[in-house]
Structures are given as structure tokens and as C-alpha cells.
């Protein structure tokens, strides 16, 4: 079975603070791809980074960066001194390779950054 | 105009009523899609379209009928809709249906039956 999960309901901080939001994943493919996106009030899902199974590098882009381990089926993102514009609703999504087209969604964190 | 434009952006409807919801990509990408978000559930994915044709239809009632007249247009009519199909109603693009491919979302439709 193919899954996303993101236990993290919730998680308010307060700004300049450090966030990981987790994501655990499972699919028994070799071959598959890793998103997240970002929702902020909005409406608009916004696409961040996407990752593929067979590059574990870990990936930086300012103050974002994105710890991808197979070996424990996550793929991490952590935002460094957070500030109240990172406030949104975060995604992970699994997407197989002859997936039918479907992304696999995980529930979402809501990301609160206190003034 | 850029990126993934939906209108109406907010709509209340009566379960009588029959309304479309407009998507339009300004990417030139080959695949469009319709989401539904609920609160408390993840993303469904509702239809798929490829260069105009539909590959997926996601086991969605018969009173959503999605349309679309050309790559960059997407519409999704509704007819008889009940309070449950209350939601944001989320339309993306991709450049085709790769699953390497991201896809690029409109800021939705928040839908209200009342």
C-alpha cells in the first residue's frame, strides 16, 4: 500500500525559531518521486521541491532544506529561522512511477509562526 | 495574466442550482486536473485530462462534469450538488503526465451548498 503521513497536526513556534515538519512515506517501488507544497490562506498550493528515489542528497534553498533518508522512509523539511510569512498549511505527496497519475497526499501540518 | 487562474473564487449555491467553475493555465502544459480539498481530508483527485482528453475519472457522482475545450481551458460543471460537496475546489497543470512532473495549482474555488 502506498501511504503519506505527516503526524504533525500542528506546530506553532515563535519567529526566528527552527521547524522540521516530518513526512513518513511507504511504498514498496524502487522507483518514485517526494513533493511538498506549501498552502498559505490563500487557497493556492505552491510547489517547493520535488525529489526523486534514487537521489538522497540533501537539498538546501535558503532558508529551507530537505532531509531525505530511505533507509527510514522520510523526507524531512526543516525551515531555519522561521519568520510569519512561512505560516501555511504544508504538504508531503508520494507520487509512483506508474502511479495512474495520482499523488499520494499526506494530511498536511499547519505551520503557525508567532510574531 | 500568469500561472493557474480559477473563478469564481468563492460560490453558494442551492442543491438546484447549476453552476461551472472556470480554470484556465497560462503555462502551456498538457495535463490538467481537478482536485477537491475537504477540511480533515487529504486531496481527492476528481479527472485528469491529457491534451483534451479525459484519463481519469476518479469515481466521482455523475452530478460533477468536467470539460475541457482545449489544453489551456478546464471547467467543471455542477448540477444537483449536495451540502457534502461543500469544499475548495482546486485545479493544477502539469507540463504532461510524467510522474516527475509537478503540478501547478489555481488559488480555487471555495463552494458552499447550501
Redesign the interface.
Known amino acids: 500500500a502506498q501511504k503519506v503521513t505527516q503526524a504533525q497536526t500542528e506546530i506553532s513556534v515563535v519567529e526566528k525559531e527552527d521547524v522540521t515538519l516530518d513526512c513518513v512515506y511507504e511504498t514498496r517501488d524502487t522507483t518514485?518521486?517526494l513533493?511538498w507544497?506549501k498552502q498559505p490562506p490563500?487557497?493556492?498550493?505552491?510547489?517547493l521541491i520535488?525529489r526523486?528515489s534514487f537521489d538522497e542528497q540533501n537539498e538546501i534553498s535558503g532558508r529551507y532544506s530537505w532531509n531525505f533518508q530511505k533507509s527510514t522512509s522520510s523526507f524531512n523539511f526543516t525551515i531555519t529561522a522561521s519568520q510569519v510569512v512561512d505560516s501555511a498549511v504544508y504538504?508531503c505527496a508520494l507520487?509512483?512511477?506508474?502511479?495512474?497519475?495520482?499523488?499520494i497526499?499526506?494530511?498536511?501540518t499547519k505551520l503557525i509562526i508567532k510574531p | 495574466e500568469t500561472g493557474v487562474t480559477q473563478t469564481p473564487r468563492h460560490l453558494v449555491m442551492g442543491m438546484t442550482n447549476k453552476k461551472s467553475l472556470k480554470c484556465e493555465q497560462h503555462l502551456g502544459h498538457n495535463a490538467m486536473?481537478w482536485y477537491k480539498q475537504s477540511a480533515?481530508?487529504?486531496?481527492e483527485?476528481m479527472f485528469?485530462y491529457s491534451l483534451e482528453e479525459r484519463?481519469?475519472n476518479n469515481s466521482v457522482p455523475s452530478r460533477f462534469s468536467p470539460e475541457c475545450p482545449n489544453s489551456s481551458h478546464l471547467f467543471l460543471h455542477l448540477h444537483t450538488l449536495q451540502p457534502e460537496d461543500s469544499a475548495?475546489y482546486?485545479c493544477?497543470s502539469s507540463q504532461d503526465?510524467q510522474?516527475?512532473n509537478?503540478?501547478?495549482?489555481?488559488?480555487?474555488t471555495?463552494l458552499t451548498v447550501l
Do not use: H, I, T
Not at chain 1, 507520487?95 to 499523488?103: A, E, F, P, T, W
Not at chain 1, 497526499?105 to 498536511?108: H, I, M, T
Not at chain 2, 480533515?40 to 486531496?43: G, H, N, T
Open positions: 518514485y518521486y513533493f507544497y490563500s487557497g493556492e498550493l505552491v510547489f520535488r526523486n504538504f507520487r509512483r512511477l506508474d502511479s495512474n497519475y495520482q499523488l497526499w499526506g494530511a498536511g | 486536473y480533515k481530508k487529504p486531496l483527485l485528469v484519463v481519469e475548495l482546486l493544477a503526465l510522474a516527475y509537478e503540478q501547478f495549482f489555481g488559488p480555487g471555495r
